[in-house]
């Protein structure tokens, strides 16, 4: 069943029914709920712990928690951090856990804590797509294990290490990403193997 469900950080309240005439406050809560096939719909604000979101927000199966693509999230803004135990990287701090086929869209995601991830992928098939990672304080996107991840047409800037690492044996298709002012723009170890197609990666510490 194809659900919709929509986030509203100034008006919403996570006793309403997450209808678009009253959403939920948190898309913590409205994760909660979701089954899969859900969108989750966000409106602009800001999204943090002071606002009673609890992170990391683990986005489950075939769910889509989505802003405004058409301007890479701009005034959607998702703030925080929380500890993760990756089985391959051991303790994290990281703003999204991405599950298989989960979609996020059109969000503008920060990680202020120390060595701090926008988004983790182990093991998964998300797709990120049309997001701004800016001022996390590791990278935007960490896929790992045998994760692969659709990675297309984000905005990574002003990250402290990488726009995005790509690890262990992960696969995936990057495209149409753009880099800049950020610490490595595209980082790939281990067996990783990643496709990349027309990515733009300029002004960084290095490409």
Known sequence: MVQNLYVNPAIGNNTNPGTQQAPFKTITQALKVASPNTTIQLAEGKYSAENGETFPL???????????????????LIEGSGNYLSRTFAGQNVTFVMLDSAELRGVTVTNPASRGS???????????ANCTFINCKREGVFATGDANPTITGNVFTENAANGMAIAKNSQGKI?????????FGIAVSDTASPTLLDNKIYENRSG
């Open 175 to 183: 495209q149409g990403n753009t880099c800049f002012k950020t610490g």
């Open 118 to 128: 926008g988004v983790w992928a182990e093991s998964t098939t998300p797709t990120i």
């Open 58 to 76: 683990t986005v489950p199966f075939g769910v889509k928690v989505i802003g405004n693509e058409a301007n890479k999230g701009s005034n959607i």
